[in-house]
């Protein structure tokens, strides 16, 4: 498929990875997938990848050389499933002249420099990401800035409950906006209002819903969230969808039907995220836009 012949003004999700913790693969993963995170999120023409799971190796065979010249790729976090699907990415082969910006807002300005070249390198890996063909710019933010590129699209982020912090995105386009909520443990009381007010209005939030109410009080701390405390933010923020995602990798294609099934009875419009699922959001009068930014350096 030439991903670029299907871009449209609206804003656009494709799901290329939906486990968290790490991939799944037999008959029984088929319908909801086994790689773990990587979303495609493009505001009309312009693409942005969310996380570097082992999805990004999918994504990579499904643009192929179409990719722009210029990538960015926002990291919730460096997390061995956010980040494992880098030296698996075909368009970083293929091309010398591409650029691949990644952007880090959870270590406190620092960029994902540090981090993904102690993980790719010897004795854990044998090359390092600057070995590949094409290059590497690594940036960093701190989480609850707007990110305003040089083209003018900017995207909204904010700071997120999980050990060592996380952070959580908003892509705004045509008068429609989606926001990207994994990794999260949800806190007390709940829904936090600062989050509330961050994905407030939003026409679709992707949260990480990867344990069941019993499964989470064995998992307290450990830094994820159930599709229950996902309904109960849409609910308090009036966001018209919600979308499960980061799914735990013991939960196969009958249990998450079943589980899709209890939560639409709550929320008609709550799916449970399935790889290679795409939309598009058409697009509406114009939604107003962040009353501050920061510039930041980035590609094209």
Not at 154 to 163: F, I, K, M, S
Not at 194 to 211: K, N, P, S, W, Y
């Amino acid at each position: 498929m030439n991903r670029r012949a299907a871009s449209s003004d609206g804003l656009q999700i494709c799901f290329w990875g939906t486990r968290g913790s790490t991939p799944v693969s037999g008959a029984a993963f088929c319908e909801f997938g086994g790689h773990t995170p990587c979303v495609e999120v493009r505001c009309g023409e312009r693409l942005f990848i969310v996380d570097a799971g082992t999805g990004l190796s999918s994504l990579g065979e499904a643009w192929g050389d179409e990719l722009p010249d210029n990538v960015d790729i926002l990291l919730s976090h460096l997390h061995l499933d956010h980040v494992g699907g880098f030296p698996f990415f075909k368009p970083a082969v293929l091309n010398k002249d591409r650029v691949i910006h990644t952007w880090c807002g959870h270590l406190n300005g620092a960029s994902a420099e540090e981090g993904l070249d102690r993980l790719f390198s010897p004795p854990i890996f044998p090359i390092n990401l600057e070995r590949l063909p094409a290059r590497f710019r690594h940036h960093g933010f701190k989480a609850g800035e707007t990110l305003t590129f040089r083209d003018g699209t900017t995207v909204e982020t904010h700071l997120l409950n999980h050990p060592g912090g996380a952070t959580g995105f908003r892509f705004r386009h045509g008068g429609r906006s989606v926001c990207y909520i994994s990794d999260i443990e949800h806190t007390t009381p709940w829904p936090d209002p600062a989050l509330v007010a961050f994905v407030r209005g939003a026409d679709l939030i992707i949260f990480d819903g990867m344990f069941t109410e019993r499964e989470y009080s064995h998992c307290q701390g450990w830094g994820h969230s159930t599709w229950q405390k996902g309904v109960e933010l849409c609910q308090g923020a009036d966001v018209g969808a919600l979308a499960i995602f980061h799914l735990y990798p013991g939960h196969n294609d009958a249990y998450l039907r079943k589980l899709e099934a209890e939560m639409q009875a709550v929320m008609p419009t709550a799916f449970v995220a399935r790889e290679r699922q795409s939309f598009t959001l058409a697009p509406r009068a114009a939604e107003a836009a962040p009353a501050e930014g920061r510039t930041v350096p980035a590609g094209a």
